[in-house]
């Protein structure tokens, strides 16, 4: 049985993350060892990885750094066995170089970038931007396959992750200016947007996470 490892380093939004990726597993008509988890060993071993996140980049980060041998096994897991790994919402945002909330804070290196405060153009865009958007598919990928013209996906957030290559933007929104709604590098993949708050879009997300081979 595959397993998922659900990273637990104390993030809000890990109950409903892990709801939606049973009911994923479930509508695949797949079993799956899903855990909830911040066992290094599960971690280590896990075929999938995912790093929820809610609050501010330096909590979150300080959090999963307290976790010890935490990162050291995702690392293993992602950059050495080559495990899929996806980062939702701040989870995508601590796959940056570093994080300008609350000061200047590393973060985990895998996709070079600054993560960074929404900066609208537009009076009539505000932060937090929270609620439906649109999300537009920048490149072909099996994680976008159903992501088609006009597929809404929700937001919550007041930073954006900004890659120094434009290359590893896979799809885009728009909030007062475009911001990075995904990111994908090899194996390493992050949303801005809560897949497990997006119904039916979201959770077809989420089951070809699932079922994706990098």
């Excluded at 505000?126 to 006009?150: C, I």
């Excluded at 937001?155 to 709604?181: N, W």
Aim: aromatic share 8%.
């Amino acid at each position: 049985m595959r397993t998922v490892a659900l990273i637990d380093y104390g993030s809000g939004n890990l109950p409903s993350a892990e709801k939606a990726l049973w009911a994923a597993a479930k509508s695949l008509g797949k079993r799956r060892d899903i855990r909830a988890t911040s066992d290094p060993d599960f971690v280590m071993r896990a075929d999938h990885l995912v790093l929820p996140g809610v609050g501010a980049f330096k909590a979150c980060m300080s959090s999963l750094i307290a976790r010890d041998g935490l990162i050291e096994a995702m690392t293993h897991a992602v950059k050495t066995r080559g495990a899929p790994f996806l980062g939702v919402c701040v989870g995508m945002q601590l796959l940056a170089d570093r994080g300008l909330e609350f000061g200047d804070t590393p973060g985990l290196g895998w996709i070079g970038g600054d993560v960074r405060k929404m900066t609208p153009s537009q009076s009539s865009a505000k932060v937090p931007h929270m609620g439906w958007n649109t999300v537009e598919r920048l490149r072909e990928h099996p994680l976008l396959n159903g992501v088609e013209a006009g597929t809404h996906m929700y937001f919550t957030h007041s930073y954006v992750f900004q890659p120094t290559d434009p290359a590893d933007i896979a799809a885009a929104s728009d909030h007062g200016g475009p911001l990075a709604a995904m990111v994908i590098r090899e194996n390493t993949a992050g949303v801005q947007f809560h897949p497990e708050k997006s119904q039916k879009a979201g959770l077809e997300l989420i089951e070809r996470f699932l079922e994706w081979r990098p």
